[in-house]
């Protein structure tokens, strides 16, 4: 096993507990979060707010709508080629689910950061998720975990799994192992139409004048 990030410089301050995870700055900014300034890139800028401004991916989009509606989520799996709204889709989800705080309820992890899936197997981890308030996981890249890696989170998703949710993404769904995409209900982002990208540019183009 890696060095295990050291959860146990967590802020006594639970508020603060979103500023603790453990991703080397590849954490979704959401741009409503930011000062409204003219520094703000675009891409994050017009980043979905709910699910209605995700482009395309109606099917997908209406089968997670209902799901948090009904509050029978299932752990996901969103795979498709980068760029298409995989990640968007579950922040505007978690929103929708957690309400304004959410960003401090979700832990978002990447698999390719060396420390991914270690933190989540630490007892530091479960010092630090006995007093905190996340809800679901976010694992980004999980096809960059190695075979061991997959078997360990697929443990870690079974000791979990009554009260946190698992959200994982990845380009490559058959880099997956059976056992965890078994686990998960698997949406596949497909590349968008011309005419999606068109509309939500348009949109863009107006907000913007
Ligand atoms: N389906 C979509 N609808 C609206 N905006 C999108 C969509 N897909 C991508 N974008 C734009 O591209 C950016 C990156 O999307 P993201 O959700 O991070 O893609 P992925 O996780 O699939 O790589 C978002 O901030 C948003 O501005
Ligand atoms: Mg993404």
Redesign the pocket.
């Known amino acids: 096993m890696t060095e295990v990030v050291s959860l146990m410089d967590i802020d006594e301050d639970e508020n603060q507990n979103h500023s603790l995870k453990p991703n080397k700055g590849k954490n979704?900014v959401v741009a409503s979060t930011l000062p409204d300034s003219k520094a703000t890139p675009w891409?994050?800028k017009?980043?979905?707010h709910s699910l209605a401004?995700?482009?395309?991916?109606r099917d997908i989009v209406d089968a997670i709508d209902r799901l948090t509606s009904e509050n029978r989520l299932p752990h996901l799996l969103l795979y498709?080629p980068?760029?298409?709204?995989?990640?968007?889709?579950i922040f505007v989800m978690a929103r929708k689910l957690y309400g304004a705080q959410y960003q401090n309820m979700i832990l978002e992890l990447n698999a390719s950061d060396d420390r991914g899936i270690d933190v989540l197997i630490s007892k530091e981890y479960n010092a630090y998720r006995a007093k905190s308030y996340v809800k679901l996981v976010l694992l980004d890249e999980a096809d960059a975990m190695t075979k061991d890696a997959q078997f360990a989170m697929r443990r870690v998703i079974e000791k979990y799994t009554k009260n946190t949710q698992f959200a994982l993404?990845c380009n490559h769904v058959n880099k997956i192992i059976p056992a965890l995409q078994s686990r998960c209900t698997q949406f596949r982002?497909a590349p968008?139409e011309p005419i999606?990208v068109t509309e939500?540019l348009k949109h863009v183009i107006e907000a913007e004048g």
């Open positions: 979704v891409v994050e017009y980043r979905p401004d995700v482009a395309a991916h498709g980068p760029g298409k709204g995989k990640t968007s889709t993404i982002f968008l999606h939500r």
